[in-house]
């Protein structure tokens, strides 16, 4: 039986190898485009308490090459210096325009109401094209030509990307490199863009592109006001809306750093993890095939070691080394060669994280984020 058992699992984390490389091949890097006009497009950053990013995130933007954008940055409120490093750039640089945000709703998500106001202002001004981006992004001179052309070559009214992500300590080195193998191992990429099911989408709220009109058809951030995962939300309301969502690789054209320390990584993904999945089934599912198929292959090595390799710890071994190989064709696009050891340890964290989420959606417990509190007897629950 432990002989069939093993060769079972062998088989099938040879299938999710072959389905990895598919969905690279899918999930490709766009082209270079640059020094385009296809109308007025609107860059939006919302900015809470981003006094360590904005400038640079600004100064990245400001460098793009599409020849008819304006900039426009929301501080919401801060409690930093972000205020004041905004009123200098805006005034030494007339492509910036710079809001202030309305004191937010207590049923709002905090990011959700600040894209808000930028939405409706840039739709107001007449923006044909509009670029969602998170503070602590940094963007190529060619990312918002490049998303514009692969949106228009593929029909798409929103156009979504997954950053590269950027580590420098331990735990950063563990969890970042998950958010892509989640993508290119699980998620069958082409059915996000050729699936009608709006539960078949997938979404990235660092960086969010959408055509004017599928914004305002959809009713853009509005519709999704209670959400701390918009990228993925929004995909799901243009596909109910019956239109394309492209999810394309521009991780070589934009950057960013989530988190720097262990604290900010576990709180990031637990307040949205499982949002991101959407139901007990999933979650369910997620972790049966991850504890299965990409932890225990490596628990079994270690007991077939200490057998001294009975038969079926050959296959135990085979299994290890393909999973090592899924990560190394992750790694080989999305860099983070030296969390691939860290494996185990990143599968295991991916559970912890998805569990805690779900246990404090349960009991309805408050989330501390930016300075705000979420939950009972604050705000959205």
């Known amino acids: 039986m432990m002989l069939v058992y093993q060769l079972t699992v062998l088989m099938v984390l040879v299938g999710f190898m072959v389905g990895t490389l ?37 100064g990245s933007l400001l460098l793009q090459d599409y020849t ?9 409120q801060s409690e930093d210096e972000t205020p004041s490093i905004l009123h200098e750039i805006a005034g030494a640089e007339p492509r ?18 600040a894209c808000s106001q930028l939405g409706a202002r840039a739709l107001e001004d007449g923006a044909e094209w509009l670029l969602f981006l998170d503070a602590d992004t940094r963007a190529r001179p060619s990312l918002l030509s490049s998303l514009i052309v692969a949106a228009k070559q593929k029909g798409a009214s929103m156009a ?24 290119t191992t699980f998620l069958p990429i082409a059915l996000v863009m050729d699936s009608k099911f709006p539960t078949v989408a997938a979404g990235c709220g660092q960086v969010e592109l959408f055509t ?16 701390f995962h918009d990228g993925l939300q929004l995909a799901r309301h243009v596909k109910r809306e019956h239109l394309v969502v492209l999810l394309c690789d521009a991780s070589h054209l934009v950057t960013c750093r989530m988190y720097k320390t262990g604290k900010e990584v576990w709180n ?23 504890l299965l198929f990409f932890v225990f292959p490596y628990a079994f090595l270690l007991c077939a070691l200490a057998l001294k390799l009975p038969s079926w710890g050959w296959l135990c071994f085979l299994q290890v080394m393909v999973i090592i190989a899924i ?36 009991r309805g417990s408050s989330t501390d984020w930016k300075g705000r509190k979420y939950g009972p007897g604050s705000d959205i629950i």
């Open 212 to 227: 004017r009109e599928s914004y305002v058809r959809t009713g853009g951030h509005t519709a999704v006001k209670w959400s």
């Open 268 to 290: 990031g993904f637990v307040r949205n993890a499982y949002e991101g999945l959407g139901s007990v089934g999933a979650l369910i599912t997620v972790t049966s095939l991850t």
């Open 96 to 113: 910036v325009v710079l809001l202030s945000g309305a004191a937010k709703p207590s049923d709002w998500a905090g990011k959700v109401w």
């Open 160 to 183: 979504t990307t997954f950053p590269m992500q950027v580590t420098g300590t331990f735990w950063e080195w563990v969890a970042m490199p998950v958010l892509h193998f989640l993508i």
């Open 22 to 58: 598919l969905n690279l091949r899918v999930y490709r890097q766009i082209p270079l485009a640059d020094d385009l006009d296809l109308g007025q497009a609107a860059i939006l950053v919302p900015a809470r308490n981003e006094a360590a990013n904005i400038g640079e995130c600004l």
């Open 327 to 362: 990560r190394l064709l992750q790694a080989k696009r999305f860099g983070h060669i030296s969390s691939v050891i860290l494996h185990p340890l990143s599968m295991l964290m991916l559970v912890a994280v998805q569990w805690t989420s779900f246990w404090r959606h349960l």
């Open 68 to 76: 008819n954008f304006t900039v426009y940055v929301l501080d919401d």
